[in-house]
């Protein structure tokens, strides 16, 4: 594992194969962005559930993830979300019809999980922050190594819920009685009474605990042998807000503040005085109150204007 | 002596009492509801509470062998755990049931959120919680050589009479060490004298609980009927030894009021509308998860301070 995750970062970014490990390992989604927790916990009962659940989603989150890209330049920029979803939701409900044709029975046991994943913030997210910024190629691998990945960490959850809370492992029984492990081994393991609280929903949160806490040892340790980890859970949804560096913030900000400077300037001039508290309200969202004291002194108006965004910023 | 000659910063005025002090006198004050279940139910109950202090004190020992940390067992906090675990137990459990409950009380519940002083709910009660949505059918299996009927709140429940003496004495059928009203309240007031725990929560709790039972219970003022809730379950254990939980009840005066009241109303809803007879553990458990919340609203302001600068102090 850990030699793939050299390759990993050692890829060339955004290539086919950096995409799909970066899914799978560094930026796993349920394991290290944490994303996409609904059906994470609430499908995860059993390994074979969370198979279906990861595959599924995994089609939706390639294909939609492709076409996004496809159509990056000519969906508007105000109305993307909506778009988005219109994407989505068909190859949502394309998966959700394949599957009540040819698998009623995991269509059944998945509920309204599968037409949940239109709302899945994996698949938001990916499309937000990766394909509506990239070519269609990496794009495609992207949303196959987020989606694998998701595959992976939920079935492992499945996995150990199963085996834990009803001892069996895809529905084979291996602990518990009628065992299928034969001999003396296989007495030993009928013994074992299912511990019933992982089958429920607590149970989800205590192995996803476990997961995410050997995750982070897992990246732990490979700071300790010097390896470079300043990859692993930057990105995805919050790429934008994490990278942004502070001198750009504080330039961005000087930029506003000259912008209200110039657009208040020629207000000062104005005789009629109705109009500033106006805009006082909506720059700042102060109360009206405290606008119209302001309004006085153009000066300290500017301040009040500049300074609330600062601390939002910060 | 000589640890009230320490040269150090202040405080300088210590006094004798330490965690492992207040929690020996714990164990203490559990023993006559200990000792009276083991006369109770039998070398049964005897095997369950040994296993399941076992089963706690070893598995903080070996946590803390295993990360290198310092070893806490000393503070006799396991033992207290691995006590009221054991107690919250029917005589029947299967040998395995303590153990595995005293392992998820220390491992889970106390030392994966920092130890002793960091555990947001009783370990026991956890521990007590886990095991009961795990294994239901070993958990209320109450039919001892002795008992055959069902506990007095189940057959309370289901309207029948009940004997309010036989209640009070403890010859009932139930977990190891919840029957027995009089040796629990006999061990409270050995705490009570000490000062380890005031009246505050336990106070609170049972006239909350009493005055919800009057309202809502079905029978009005009926002395036998109050009588035989309160003595009935793990109420007296619960409100005396659980709830009082130093680590996990608020510290303010205010708020200890506050948490008695919301823990009576819940144990109220859980026995009159719940399905189950019995609700004192899971009410101390929702009890637990509301105490930051509770600490937080009823902090005393310091004297001196005027309520509007503090005001103006949490916002800028």
Same mark, same amino acid.
């Given at each position: ?91 949502? %409900? ?129 700071? &300790?042998?010097? &390896? ?21 913030? &504080? ?16 207000? %000062? ?23 119209? %004291? ?21 | 002596?000589? /640890? ?41 109950? #005897? ?10 004190? #070893? ?24 006590? #009221? ?62 008992? $055959? ?25 139930? $977990?190891?060490?919840? $029957? ?17 725990? /005031? ?45 009082? /939980? ?42 637990? #998860? ?27």
């Amino acid at each position: 594992m850990s030699e793939e995750n050299k390759g990993a970062l050692g890829f060339k970014q955004d290539t086919p194969a950096e995409r799909f490990l970066n899914g799978l390992i560094v930026e796993n989604p349920t394991l290290v962005l944490m994303i996409g927790m609904c059906p994470t916990l609430a499908v995860t009962t059993s390994a074979i559930n969370g198979v279906t659940m990861g595959l599924a989603t995994t089609f939706v989150l390639a294909l939609s993830n492709a076409v996004i890209s496809l159509l990056r330049k000519v969906i508007p920029d105000t109305v993307r979300i909506p778009a988005f979803i219109v994407v989505i939701a068909s190859f949502v %409900t394309l998966v959700q019809l394949v599957m009540q044709a040819y698998v009623p029975v995991m269509y059944a046991a998945l509920g309204v999980y599968i037409p949940l994943i239109v709302v899945n913030c994996i698949i938001f997210g990916r499309a937000e922050a990766y394909a509506s910024k990239h070519n269609v190629v990496p794009s495609f691998f992207d949303g196959i190594g987020m989606g694998l990945g998701f595959t992976c960490a939920i079935t492992v959850i499945g996995l150990f819920r199963e085996l834990i809370g009803g001892g069996t492992m895809f529905d084979v029984q291996i602990f518990g009685e009628g065992s299928v492990v034969p001999g003396p081994v296989g007495y030993f393991f009928s013994l074992y009474q299912p511990i019933r609280i992982f089958i429920q929903q607590a149970g989800a949160f205590i192995v996803l605990a476990v997961l995410i806490a050997i995750m982070n040892q897992v990246k732990f340790n490979m700071e &300790k042998k010097g &390896k470079d980890t300043s990859k692993f859970g930057v990105g995805g949804c919050c790429s934008d807000v994490e990278i942004k560096d502070p001198k750009k913030v &504080k330039e961005e900000l000087l930029a506003k503040e000259k912008a209200a400077k110039l657009e208040a300037k020629p207000e %000062t001039i104005k005789p009629g005085d109705i109009k500033a508290p106006e805009k006082e309200k909506v720059l700042s969202g102060f109360e009206q109150i405290k606008a119209t %004291t302001a309004q006085a002194n153009t000066n300290a108006s500017i301040k009040e204007v500049v300074t609330p965004g600062e601390e939002d910023k910060k | 002596m000589s /640890d009230m000659m320490k040269v150090s910063s202040n405080p300088h005025v210590r006094s004798g009492v330490t965690t492992s002090n207040i929690m020996m006198w714990v164990v203490i004050a559990l023993l006559p509801a200990a000792g009276f279940g083991i006369y109770n139910f039998g070398i049964d109950a #005897l095997i369950i509470l040994i296993l399941s202090v076992l089963s706690t004190v #070893l598995t903080e020992f070996c946590f803390e062998k295993v990360l290198n940390k310092k070893i806490t067992v000393g503070d006799f906090s396991a033992v207290v755990t691995g006590l #009221l675990l054991g107690m919250n137990l029917p005589s029947t459990a299967p040998w395995w049931l303590p153990v595995i409950g005293g392992i998820f009380a220390i491992l889970v519940v106390k030392m994966l959120f920092g130890g002793l002083g960091q555990n947001f709910m009783n370990p026991a009660l956890g521990a007590r919680c886990f095991l009961l949505i795990s294994f239901p059918a070993f958990m209320t299996n109450f039919t001892t050589d002795t008992y $055959t009927s069902a506990t007095p709140l189940a057959a309370l429940k289901a309207g029948e009479e009940v004997s309010v003496i036989d209640m009070i004495i403890g010859k009932i059928p139930g $977990t190891i060490g919840e $029957t027995s009203m009089i040796a629990i309240v006999v061990g409270a007031c050995i705490l009570i004298m000490l000062g380890i725990i /005031d009246l505050k929560i336990p106070g609170s709790y049972i006239v909350s609980f009493v005055l919800f039972i009057i309202i809502f219970g079905g029978h009005g003022l009926n002395g036998a009927y109050i009588s035989a809730q309160l003595a009935g379950g793990g109420l007296m254990l619960g409100a005396f030894f659980m709830a009082t /939980d130093y680590v996990t009840c608020p510290i303010t005066a205010k708020g200890k009021y506050i948490y008695g009241v919301f823990l009576g109303i819940l144990t109220g809803i859980f026995r009159v509308f719940g399905v189950s007879a019995e609700g004192v553990s899971y009410a101390i458990i929702i009890g637990n #998860l509301i105490v930051p919340l509770i600490e937080k609203y009823t902090i005393p302001r310091a004297f001196g301070i005027r309520p509007v600068e503090k005001k103006e102090e949490k916002k800028a």
